[in-house]
């Protein structure tokens, strides 16, 4: 091994970092060698030097201070993980407004639908009812104009009916328990 | 219906936070020591410390718990722009030719080595101080493979992994680092 290529491993040397073999060859050269020998003394001072510093002791309370720097971290996370569920709700205000207001008029106009059929819903005479009836007499109620039969409409909850009267005899209609008829 | 705090999520995240809390009081002086000879003075030492925890706690979860938690702290320091934090206007700016001033100085003192005289004690703050000159001379990179390598005492492979580069990598960085330095402390080599 010449002088160069020991010296360009000279640093590694010192660490303790060079296979087993170049260890060997680097110490036989070294013994006799007083340039490379030279450059190993001063390249160990170096390492010794920068290992033998002293620990810098850290300013008092170092330790609180990093903790409350996490603490104002973590706190900020969470406030900005509900700044953006509040951004996804309002991306679309117009739209969430709009199907609101649909919803509302829909709302009330099965009311007022509702509460006007309610007591006028004309009956087929002496025609069997109880498909509809035996459907689900909570939740529907035959509507009248232009068809016989059919046309279901969800009842504008929430009151639902609670029991119905089926009469095919009496010729009347099907209407909640209790209620009359208006002649 | 029961409270955040009760949840798994929050517990778990409880026990993660009280468990970083730990490693914070453990590691701190370690990595404030690091940081100190990356920045050259006390205020940007803390600055950088604060920032190297509060990011291992922001990625804790992705740490791997093989690798020993200071090489990690090391490698979220080593990719934190320390020059940039280097550059931030502090309040108290410490002068690199008084290291020792802001260090808890009393209690250092008392705990020295009684044996030391005046002088040596002369000497050693001086040289610490030129050392400390010379180093910040070095690139970011050269200047951290020497901490890691000479003051903390990592092997080449724990370098490479705390700096993301390879062993032939820190074994070149090493050899110019210390040739740079030893050229720049010279004087004071020859001395001792
Ligand atoms: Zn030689």
């Known amino acids: 091994m010449n002088c160069s290529k020991v010296q360009s491993l000279i640093s590694a040397y010192v660490d303790c970092e060079l296979p087993g073999v170049e260890m060997l060859a680097l110490r036989d050269h070294l013994r006799d060698c007083p340039d490379c020998s ?39 996370s969470q406030e900005n993980g509900l700044a953006n569920w509040r951004k996804r709700l309002t991306v679309f205000p117009g739209q969430l407004r709009f199907v609101a207001a649909t919803m509302g008029v829909f709302a009330m106009l099965l009311t007022l639908r509702g509460g006007q059929l309610y007591p006028t819903i004309p009956f087929p005479q002496n025609e069997q009812v109880a498909s509809i009836s035996d459907a689900d007499p909570g939740r529907m109620f035959p509507a009248t104009s232009g068809v016989k039969y059919g046309h279901l409409v969800m009842a504008p909850s929430p009151s639902p009916i609670e029991s119905w009267s089926v009469s095919s005899r009496s010729g009347g209609g099907m209407m909640p328990a209790g209620y009359s008829m208006p002649r | ?70 090489n990690w ?34 209690a250092q003192m008392e705990i020295r080595d009684e044996s030391e005289g005046p002088e040596d004690l002369a000497l050693s703050g001086e040289l610490d101080s030129e050392m400390q000159k010379v180093l910040n001379t070095l690139s970011k990179d050269f200047r951290m493979t020497v901490i890691l390598s000479d003051i903390e005492g990592l092997s080449y492979e724990e370098v490479s992994e705390a700096m993301g580069c390879s062993i032939g990598t820190v074994r070149s960085r090493l050899h110019r680092g210390r040739r740079l330095l030893r050229e720049k402390l010279k004087p004071y080599l020859e001395r001792s």
């Open chain 2, 73 to 106: 702290l090391y490698r979220i320091m080593s990719n934190l722009h320390v020059d940039m934090i280097r550059r931030r206007p502090k309040a108290h700016i410490r002068s690199l030719d008084e290291p020792l001033q802001f260090q808890e100085g009393e």
């Open chain 1, 38 to 76: 030279a450059e190993h003394d001063y390249t160990l001072k170096v390492k010794r030097a920068f290992g033998g510093l002293r620990p810098t002791v850290p300013p008092p309370g170092l330790a609180d201070r990093i903790i409350s720097r996490i603490d104002q971290a973590s706190h900020a």
């Open chain 2, 1 to 70: 219906m029961a409270d955040y705090t009760d949840t798994a999520t929050a517990v778990c995240e409880n026990e993660d936070r009280k468990m970083f809390d730990d490693l914070v009081s453990r590691y701190h002086r370690q990595i404030y020591n690091v940081a100190y000879r990356m920045a050259g003075n006390a205020a940007d030492a803390e600055d950088l410390t604060q920032e190297t925890f509060v990011k291992a706690f922001r990625f804790f979860h992705r740490y791997k718990r093989d690798m020993p938690f200071d």
